[in-house]
């Protein structure tokens, strides 16, 4: 009897010592269960990163674009005082017969369209002062190009074998189709009599003698911090105007109203380089920034 208790005793041991045994074999993987699941929560709040600090901080170092418009302030004494007169010299010596520098409209071309007419006084699109010279064209916005063919001088040829120069001073927009030319009626009418309203045309560039100095002219609301130039009485098609800024040459943008404006007033008051399609340099000196004064120069562009 007393062996029999021992028995059941030693085995009562063995199946508690068992149980325990699974008991904390199954905490210790709820264990690791719960901490794998708490590291994987945790990584998956923390947020991602979408640039270096070295991109962040470039973002934050770009400052904004200064804007386009004039700023209001008074233009200091230098601004507004000339110079006793406009000096100037010739850069650099007229290019070949070519015009490397032309748009649209080059010289040696014939162009065909057609010329009507309308009630001109010198002025337009070009911003040229109306003068007593009516001897003027608007040209089609296709040659216009934005008006690099503001000033230029064109001859005009009719079927009748007549023909006339005129200035370009305006742009003819709407129904006029490249070719065509709407004159002034003074100038239509020494091709055909007015009735005829429209008739068939060619014409070419011309490079008139006869002419005097240029002319130069800072635009309304110019000062040292925003300014616009205009060239006025050039020879030859302009191709480019620059001003002098930090020791070089900047070129600056010119407007389809026919002025270049430098919009950060870099330049401004300054010597001013004009070139025309051939190549050819100019370069004024002296030119005070006087808003809407035509002031005069002593240079002009070769015959070509």
Request: positive net charge.
């Amino acid at each position: 009897m007393h062996r029999r208790w021992l028995f059941i005793s030693a085995a009562a041991v063995l199946i508690v010592a068992s149980l325990t045994a699974v008991l904390l074999t199954g905490r210790k993987s709820e264990a690791r269960d719960t901490a794998a699941t708490s590291a994987a929560s945790t990584h998956a709040s923390a947020p991602a990163s979408t640039a270096s600090p070295s991109t962040s901080a470039a973002a934050t170092a770009v400052s904004p674009k200064p804007s386009a418009k004039p700023k209001p302030h008074k233009p200091s004494p230098s601004a507004t005082t000339a110079s006793a007169k406009p000096a100037a010299t010739t850069a650099a010596q007229p290019a070949s017969g070519s015009a490397p520098l032309a748009g649209r409209i080059r010289p040696g071309v014939t162009y065909r369209g057609v010329a009507t007419f309308y009630d001109a006084d010198g002025g337009g699109a070009c911003l040229f002062d109306p003068s007593g010279d009516v001897m003027t064209g608007a040209m089609n916005t296709t040659d216009y190009e934005a008006s690099k063919a503001c000033g230029a001088y064109v001859v005009v040829h009719a079927a009748s074998g007549a023909s006339i120069t005129v200035r370009i001073t305006n742009e003819c927009p709407g129904d006029c189709a490249p070719g065509q030319i709407d004159l002034s009626a003074e100038a239509f009418a020494k091709l055909a009599a007015p009735s005829a309203g429209r008739i068939p045309i060619t014409w070419t560039l011309a490079s008139p003698s006869g002419l005097g100095p240029l002319s130069v002219r800072y635009k309304t609301g110019s000062s040292q911090y925003w300014c616009g130039i205009q060239v006025i009485g050039h020879r030859n098609p302009l191709a480019r105007l620059e001003v002098s800024s930090g020791g070089g040459w900047r070129s600056l943008k010119r407007e389809d109203y026919n002025y270049f404006l430098a919009e950060d007033g870099g330049g401004c008051g300054g010597s001013i380089r004009i070139t025309d399609i051939y190549g050819q340099r100019l370069t004024v000196n002296g030119i005070a920034i006087r808003p809407n004064v035509v002031q005069p120069t002593r240079v002009q562009f070769a015959v070509h």
